[in-house]
Protein backbone atom coordinates (compact mmCIF):
# COMPACT_ATOMS: atom_id res chain seq x y z
CA UNK A 1 0.00 0.00 0.00
CA UNK A 2 1.34 3.53 -1.35
CA UNK A 3 0.05 4.97 2.24
CA UNK A 4 1.90 2.63 4.65
CA UNK A 5 4.79 3.03 5.94
CA UNK A 6 7.23 1.17 3.72
CA UNK A 7 5.36 2.28 0.56
CA UNK A 8 5.66 5.95 2.37
CA UNK A 9 9.59 5.40 2.49
CA UNK A 10 9.70 3.95 -1.14
CA UNK A 11 7.79 7.51 -2.52
CA UNK A 12 10.23 9.40 -0.80
CA UNK A 13 13.19 8.10 -2.44
CA UNK A 14 11.56 8.16 -5.80
CA UNK A 15 12.99 10.28 -8.62
CA UNK A 16 12.00 13.58 -9.85
CA UNK A 17 9.03 13.48 -12.24
CA UNK A 18 10.13 12.68 -15.72
CA UNK A 19 7.77 14.55 -17.65
CA UNK A 20 10.28 17.69 -17.18
CA UNK A 21 13.01 15.91 -19.05
CA UNK A 22 10.42 15.35 -22.30
CA UNK A 23 9.55 18.54 -22.19
CA UNK A 24 13.23 20.07 -22.60
CA UNK A 25 13.93 17.48 -25.19
CA UNK A 26 10.76 18.87 -26.99
CA UNK A 27 11.97 22.29 -26.39
CA UNK A 28 16.34 22.31 -27.03
CA UNK A 29 15.91 20.10 -29.97
CA UNK A 30 12.06 20.62 -31.26
CA UNK A 31 11.59 16.93 -31.03
CA UNK A 32 7.88 16.42 -31.94
CA UNK A 33 8.69 12.99 -31.82
CA UNK A 34 10.15 9.62 -33.96
CA UNK A 35 9.74 9.03 -37.59
CA UNK A 36 11.27 5.78 -36.94
CA UNK A 37 8.87 3.08 -37.08
CA UNK A 38 10.55 -0.08 -35.09
CA UNK A 39 10.56 0.04 -31.64
CA UNK A 40 14.37 -0.83 -31.61
CA UNK A 41 15.46 2.11 -33.62
CA UNK A 42 12.90 4.16 -31.79
CA UNK A 43 15.19 2.71 -28.81
CA UNK A 44 18.80 4.03 -30.28
CA UNK A 45 17.36 7.05 -31.23
CA UNK A 46 16.10 7.89 -27.84
CA UNK A 47 18.89 6.91 -26.29
CA UNK A 48 21.14 8.97 -28.07
CA UNK A 49 18.80 12.10 -27.67
CA UNK A 50 19.16 10.97 -23.78
CA UNK A 51 22.87 10.92 -24.18
CA UNK A 52 23.27 14.55 -25.70
CA UNK A 53 20.75 15.72 -23.15
CA UNK A 54 23.15 14.26 -20.00
CA UNK A 55 26.28 15.76 -21.83
CA UNK A 56 24.03 18.90 -22.08
CA UNK A 57 23.61 19.05 -18.58
CA UNK A 58 27.49 17.82 -17.39
CA UNK A 59 28.69 20.10 -19.18
CA UNK A 60 26.45 23.48 -18.19
CA UNK A 61 27.06 22.07 -14.26
CA UNK A 62 30.97 21.89 -15.14
CA UNK A 63 30.46 25.70 -16.61
CA UNK A 64 29.34 26.74 -13.09
CA UNK A 65 31.69 24.81 -11.62
CA UNK A 66 34.59 26.42 -13.26
CA UNK A 67 36.69 29.61 -12.30
CA UNK A 68 36.17 31.57 -15.38
CA UNK A 69 32.49 31.14 -14.90
CA UNK A 70 32.50 32.26 -11.30
CA UNK A 71 35.30 35.15 -12.35
CA UNK A 72 32.50 36.85 -15.06
CA UNK A 73 29.55 36.14 -12.53
CA UNK A 74 31.39 38.39 -9.87
CA UNK A 75 32.62 41.00 -11.82
CA UNK A 76 30.45 44.17 -11.86
CA UNK A 77 29.01 45.42 -15.00
CA UNK A 78 31.02 48.76 -16.57
CA UNK A 79 29.12 51.59 -16.13
CA UNK A 80 29.39 54.19 -18.81
CA UNK A 81 29.02 57.56 -17.49
CA UNK A 82 30.49 60.33 -19.86
CA UNK A 83 28.14 59.34 -22.54
Known amino acids: MLTSEKGLMHRSKR ?6 VFGQLKVTINFQGSPLRKMDKVNLEFGLMSIGHN ?3 LTQK ?4 SSIFNLLRTQRPIRFTNL
Open 15 to 20: PIEVEA
Open 55 to 57: LRK
Open 62 to 65: SLRK
